[in-house]
């Protein structure tokens, strides 16, 4: 994707960033437990779609981070359907 249709995509999914080549998202849960299971959430989430996210706990905080390794580590159309399924899913 160019940086344009980046910036397209990321108007239409708010919180999200562009942080060097990955779609970027951080959320904060009353606890550590909420946090690990919305972890496992996303995890089931990226399995059945066979796109991968990458997940960063730290407490009450989980981190999302997409990108497209087969696009040569760039932003992809599979990195904006993911992280809309993942809004969806935390949101």
């Known amino acids: 994707m ?41 995890g089931l989430l990226s399995e059945r779609r066979n796109h991968h996210a990458d997940l960063t706990i730290a407490y009450n905080r989980l981190t999302v981070s997409v990108t497209s390794h087969s696009a040569g580590n760039k932003v992809s159309a599979k990195d904006t359907d993911l992280a809309g399924a993942v809004a969806e899913l935390l949101d």
């Open 2 to 42: 160019t940086g344009a249709e980046i910036e397209l995509a990321l108007s239409e999914l708010p919180g999200w960033s562009h942080e060097h080549d990955h779609l970027v998202r951080t959320w904060t849960f009353d606890g550590h437990l909420q946090a690990l299971a919305a972890a496992t959430g996303v």
